[in-house]
């Protein structure tokens, strides 16, 4: 696992062990000893307790080298779980991951937003149902983080600005009733940014830009997400590309979400992305100009980021996985406009083709977790 943050436990060692048998999958009690410098003794208590509290458990034994055969170790991924919901407009998503990160079940439905306690109670219903129908032990839930289309301010229960959904900073107080675990609330895109870093382990510092219904990003620095002074940072949808441009959402004009979101494209192609893109596959003359006026348009936000950061771009949202055929016309349109460099190899794809906000908001929980055994 990347180490995200420090590691908080009160017991370094025995996190130190977890760790180790995490990273290496199987590992016996004599490698643990000898990579850690402990003595056997001091391994096998740490493993008994770790074992006490179900994290762990032996497998078999590893092929002798001579003498006796060593146990294998390893954790037990379905230990626990953290359940990641992404609210949008007209959807509520959901992710179950294991302590591995893997997904272990996820769920779509079509439940649009409103900012009252029939929407309240129908996601602590879906929540109950997803969790029923699943069979999964509700005490092995380590929380659960809700990753919506708003700003959040640093005690993750406070929405600071909301215009995609119509909510106010009441909506952790009103939802809270309804929902029978620990949980938090997270900007969508940070979480998103989160779950990209967590799998592009080539990756130390990106700039991760969402193209979804509203354009979105996030920031990390040396694996730490850097949020600003106000929890905006990374709020790349409205640096003014255009001067005097197009009308945002936000009510000001020239900002990159009016000319990056995804509907820009779906609008027309009857509101569906792949639709889009299957009429730019097949050379559609309209669908293929607005793709054209739309990587424009995006080649002049990403020059910004590279010249801002200087670090690796992840395109990710609705769009991004779309635009991984389409890689080297972005970089051929966006190479023009450095002034240092004559490629844009910094330009990377997402590797979460769906929902990547669920997913790294549950990761936020699991982190946190992992960093406290
Ligand atoms: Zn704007």
Request: glycine share 6%; with cysteine.
């Amino acid at each position: 696992m990347r180490e995200i943050f420090n590691i908080n436990s009160n017991n370094r060692i025995r996190n130190q062990i977890f760790r180790l048998i995490f990273d290496k999958k199987q590992i016996s009690k004599q490698e643990i000893a000898a990579q850690l410098n402990l003595s056997l003794p001091t391994v096998s208590q740490y493993l008994q307790s770790l074992k006490d509290d179900g994290l762990i458990d032996y497998s078999g034994t590893f092929e002798s080298t001579g003498g006796r055969k060593a146990k294998i170790i390893q954790c037990v991924e379905n230990a626990f779980f953290a359940l990641g919901l992404d609210i949008t407009r007209n959807h509520l998503s959901l992710v179950l991951i294991n302590m591995r990160g893997n997904i272990c079940f996820s769920n779509r439905i079509k439940l649009t937003f409103q900012n009252n306690a029939e929407y309240f109670s129908a996601v602590g219903v879906t929540i109950d149902r997803f969790i029923a129908d699943h069979q999964i032990d509700c005490n092995k839930v380590l929380g659960v983080s809700l990753t919506l289309p708003a700003i959040i301010a640093s005690d993750r229960k406070t929405v600071t600005y909301a215009t995609v959904i119509d909510t106010d900073a009441s909506f952790y107080r009103k939802i809270g009733p309804y929902i029978k675990f620990p949980f938090k609330i997270y900007n969508d895109a940070n979480a998103a940014a989160f779950a990209e870093y967590w799998v592009h382990n080539e990756i130390e510092t990106m700039a991760y830009i969402s193209l979804s219904n509203s354009v979105g990003g996030s920031f990390i620095l040396d694996g730490r997400q850097y949020t600003g002074y106000n929890e905006r940072a990374g709020e790349f949808g409205h640096m003014t590309i255009i001067p005097e441009g197009e009308t945002c959402y936000c009510g000001k004009k020239g900002c990159v979400d009016a000319y990056c979101c995804a509907k820009v494209l779906y609008d027309h192609a009857d509101g569906s992305l792949s639709n889009f893109f299957e009429a730019v596959k097949n050379k559609d003359p309209e669908c293929t100009k607005v793709f054209s006026e739309y990587l424009n348009h995006l080649s002049l936000a990403i020059n910004s980021l590279r010249m801002i950061f200087d670090c690796d771009i992840v395109m990710g949202g609705y769009v991004g996985p779309y635009l991984l055929d389409y890689m080297d016309d972005i970089k051929a349109i966006v190479a023009p406009r450095n002034t240092f460099e004559n490629n844009a190899d910094y330009i990377k794809p997402c590797k979460f083709t769906f929902e990547a906000s669920a997913v790294g908001g549950a990761m936020y929980y699991l982190t946190e977790f992992m960093h406290h055994i």
